[in-house]
């Protein structure tokens, strides 16, 4: 009778902090993904803060298209920063714990960036679709205006909608196990640890993903399609190479970014005997596209790519 009590009330305590063990399987050596994970950070901020700087001294660029790109750069550096300091503080200083409102404020947060990153792809695609299939009309509907506007619904829309993933995370109730397996506080990773039903939570985070990644992949399939369609029936071959150019860069980055995030879904939802393939592909997903967008952006981009040559200029000769 006692012993049951005994159970019965640790299993009514509360856990005081999360201890993110890092990435399963793997925790005597993964001190040595420190590195590629470091320089993945760095590029990331300083490409990125090249991009604005470019955009900003290039009056060239001083288009909605570029726009987007600069708004783009600012969520990559947010959502790059709101895990990369903590992943390596676990691989370098073993400082693994993190509070509970810590944690569910980074689980906010990764929402938040994720879901504007998946809407500003949604409004380049947009300004894509009018600037080839309505040319004419692309100066009075893509306007500085436009920009605002779609930004803030943007940001308005992935801030509400991300508020009831913590809100229901920090109603569970955790007791006597607090070790997340993984290097960040994830949704399912987080829940997964509590005492009391978590179907609430999963239903939320799969109605999310549908409504908010879903729509954002219907549209940008739909206005790509739009695209194409208008680009077939053109007479010169010469003229739909290079109304398909200025999307290129684009695609490559929508198609990656899309790819991984279903691949992530897949990955959770199936019974691995690799716990770390989930964790790794989630962790890589949230600094590769930050690192990578400007990159790919400033090598397939001619004009963002003069304009960075003539910044770049700039400085060597101010030194």
Not at 19 to 44: D, E, K, N, T, V
Not at 108 to 123: N, Q
Request: with cysteine; proline share 5%.
């Amino acid at each position: 009778m006692f012993q049951n009590i005994k159970v019965s009330n640790i299993s009514m305590l509360q856990v005081s902090e999360f201890i993110l063990m890092g990435f399963p399987g793997i925790h005597r050596w993964q001190h040595w993904l420190s590195l590629p994970l470091a320089l993945l950070y760095l590029l990331a901020l300083s490409a990125n803060i090249l991009i604005l700087i470019v955009i900003n001294q290039e009056p060239t660029l001083h288009q909605p298209m570029y726009h987007f790109l600069g708004i783009l750069a600012v969520v990559d550096m947010g959502l790059a920063t709101t895990i990369m300091p903590k992943i390596l503080a676990i691989l370098w200083f073993h400082a693994k714990a993190i509070s509970l409102p810590e944690c569910f404020l980074q689980m906010y947060v990764i929402h938040c960036f994720v879901g504007m990153e998946s809407g500003i792809f949604v409004c380049m695609a947009i300004d894509r679709y009018v600037a080839i299939c309505r040319p004419l009309h692309y100066p009075s509907i893509i306007t500085a205006s436009f920009v605002v506007k779609a930004t803030v619904f943007m940001a308005l829309r992935n801030t509400l909608a991300s508020i009831p993933v913590p809100v229901l995370a920090a109603q569970r109730h955790y007791c006597s196990r607090n070790q997340i397996e993984h290097c960040l506080c994830s949704n399912l990773g987080v829940t997964s640890l509590s005492c009391d039903d978590r179907t609430m939570n999963s239903i939320y985070q799969l109605l999310l993903a549908w409504t908010i990644m879903g729509s954002d992949l219907g549209l940008i399939i739909l206005s790509y399609a739009l695209i194409l369609h208008s680009v077939l029936k053109l007479n010169s071959a010469e003229a739909a190479s290079k109304a398909l150019s200025t999307c290129t860069s684009h695609l490559i980055l929508i198609l990656f970014f899309y790819t991984v995030v279903i691949v992530i879904s897949i990955t959770h939802s199936a019974a691995l005997t690799v716990p770390i393939i989930p964790v790794l592909l989630n962790v890589l997903h949230n600094v590769i596209p930050p690192a990578l967008n400007p990159v790919v952006y400033a090598l397939k981009n001619k004009d963002l790519r003069q304009g960075l040559y003539k910044v770049l200029k700039l400085d060597i000769k101010s030194n």
